[in-house]
């Protein structure tokens, strides 16, 4: 039963452009985070938020910024997408303030195919 | 550096057999050990997590197996099954984060 939803599934855009991805959570939870995977299969995680706050922001290129309306929902918009882009941007909830013996709750991910 | 280490980087098993899977970390803090599966075109989700204070947790066919002192962790996946097809993440946890291994990407041939 899927509880973090994620859009669109696909995207295929030209270097330079701009590209927005969604995500909301029904879970009620408090904490919400952006992952990238990439062709290996490799989790490195981007940003997260705790009640509209950023509370880690890990070294990612300025032209990625996270954007929350409310706790529930956290978007991510890359600014002038690099071809090193290209990968699956995972998006993930949590109950508390971090992921410590918590579950984390994933989406299915966006596919970014930049060309 | 890398936090947690995960081996081997793919394994395949047959229908029935017990698959093996091993993980390692560098930090002696870390105390919770959660262990994700994902399949193909979804998101990893948790599967079997343990809390270092424990050496063995079952449920059903998976088995974490830990040793603090040595730094080591493996998940057992007993019987496998065709359905068990999956890359599996181990990771570590400590102060609010989170560190995931590589993946270990698991085939089961009926």
């Known amino acids: 039963e899927t509880a973090v939803f994620q859009t669109p599934n696909y995207h295929v855009t030209q270097v330079g452009n701009e590209v927005s991805f969604n995500c909301k959570q029904t879970?009620?939870?408090?904490?919400m985070y952006w992952y990238k995977q990439d062709s290996k299969k490799l989790l490195k995680i981007m940003f997260s938020?705790?009640?509209?706050?950023?509370?880690v922001n890990e070294t990612v290129p300025r032209r990625f910024s996270p954007q929350s309306s409310d706790k529930a929902h956290l978007n991510l918009r890359i600014k002038s997408v690099e071809p090193e882009d290209s990968a699956v941007y995972l998006c993930?909830?949590?109950?508390?303030?971090?992921?410590?013996?918590?579950?984390?709750?994933f989406g299915s991910g966006t596919r970014l195919t930049v060309l | 550096q890398q936090q947690v280490r995960q081996s081997p980087q793919s394994l395949t098993v047959w229908e029935g057999e017990t698959a093996i899977l091993n993980c390692s970390y560098e930090?002696?803090?870390?105390?919770?050990f959660p262990w994700y599966q994902q399949f193909p075109g979804e998101g990893p989700a948790l599967l079997i997590s343990?809390?270092?204070?424990?050496d063995k947790k079952e449920d059903g066919r998976f088995t974490i197996f830990f040793n603090k002192r040595e730094k080591k962790l493996s998940l057992h996946i007993a019987d496998s099954q065709p359905g068990d097809s999956a890359t599996y993440f181990c990771?570590?946890?400590?102060?609010?984060?989170?560190?995931f291994g590589d993946g270990t990407q698991l085939v089961v041939k009926p």
């Open positions: 993930a909830s949590s109950r508390g303030l971090g992921a410590s013996a918590e579950t984390l709750y």
């Open positions: 879970l009620g939870h408090d904490t």
């Open positions: 990771a570590a946890s400590v102060n609010n984060r989170i560190f």
């Open positions: 343990i809390l270092s204070v424990s």
């Open positions: 930090n002696s803090a870390f105390d919770y």
């Open positions: 938020y705790n009640n509209k706050q950023l509370i």
